[in-house]
């Protein structure tokens, strides 16, 4: 690396990480807080594991429909402005969570939900292609996503101090939560609005030379791209490729928001622990993972080597999970879900170098927001397909199980689909 592009990516990454990475957390926090909800939520409304978990999923459902024309409004309109309009509307939006009044208010706000985040998640993977060179963006993406465990370890505790604020104002401890965990959506509105430029020309904070450098080492790889793999938005959307790792993306996705919504609720079962011992419990997992994910994706991006270092987690998930299926004794038990949480964080951010690696432009923002469409649809059928075997069998058992099932899903696909490196070979350094 020479000292143009080191100072370069340095400030960039300084700049940008930060801000992103507080704005995923909010976003997911807000997303996730639910399962925090779940057993008070359920027990004061009277709902059912299957009524809440279907409640907990059509936020998805929402998301699926809505994640591609929001991506190409993003490209169009620029991140700044749509990323900040996307906040403030899931801020107000997730805060009205604390007012439903039964299943059907409480799916209708969820589906709302669902609309005003679309495109989040999406909209920056592109955006870190337009700042961020190949040989990078495994660890860039892992900085970005460590806010999903790191949202949990830290989101776990504080949820269960506030779930105890039960009865404050004649309000429940559950709809505090929505509150409060709100807020911070719309003070940092403003923030993107001051701080987050659209692309590198827009980088008053960079010298001429490192926005020459940028930019130029960006379009050369972009170049580099389209002479293999020149796809447009429409024949993204249809190309066998995206519509297989959205489908792998579901495989990740599933163990995913299955446990983010029903872990805090199975600890819960261990029987004899508060709110906030429960909240420290369900936080360890999502540590190792937030670890995992940091070390995993330097080592992928060092290597080079992209398939493999998502085939290994996806096993880890898979082992996990039958594990834990198995276990009834709450230590083992915990084990097996830190082995499936490894194998979750450390391959969400690498997943994301497969796409990336052969979408470029607009078709970048469409074929990435359609993979996590499809990917996505793993939050609607998790969450409902675990809450009607767990109301059904009466345990755990069968519905961990079936979380276990989509990684094996996955593993195949991608040993078919595979990864093409060419898309990822470093530009001819660009000179100022």
Known sequence: MNSLEQRTLSKVGWRLLPLLMISY???????VNLGFAGASMSKDMGFTSAIFGSAAGI???????????????????GARRWIARIMFSWGLISAAQAWVGGATSFNVVRFLLGIAEAGFFPGVIFYITLWFPAAYRARIVGWFMFAIPISTVIGSPISGYILNMEGVGGLHGWQWLFILEAIPALVLTFFVLMYLPDRPKDAKWLAPEERDWLQQTLDAEQRNRESIHKISWTQSLFNWRVIALGFVYMGITVPLYGLGFFLPQIIKGFGGLGNVEIGFINAFPYLVGAIAMLFWTRWSDARRERKWFVLVPLACIFVGLVAAAE???????MAAV???????FSALPVFWTLPTAFLSGIAAAAGIAWINSIGNLGGYIGPTIFGMLKDRMGNDFYAVLFLALLPVVAFVLVLLIGHDPRGEQAAEPARA
């Open 338 to 344: 830190t082995l499936a949480a490894f194998g979750i």
């Open 59 to 77: 936020f998805f459902i929402a998301y699926f429909l809505f994640e591609v024309p929001s991506n190409l409004a993003l490209e169009r309109f």
């Open 327 to 333: 276990i009834s004794a709450p230590v083992p038990k």
């Open 25 to 31: 957390f909010i976003a997911y926090l807000d997303r």
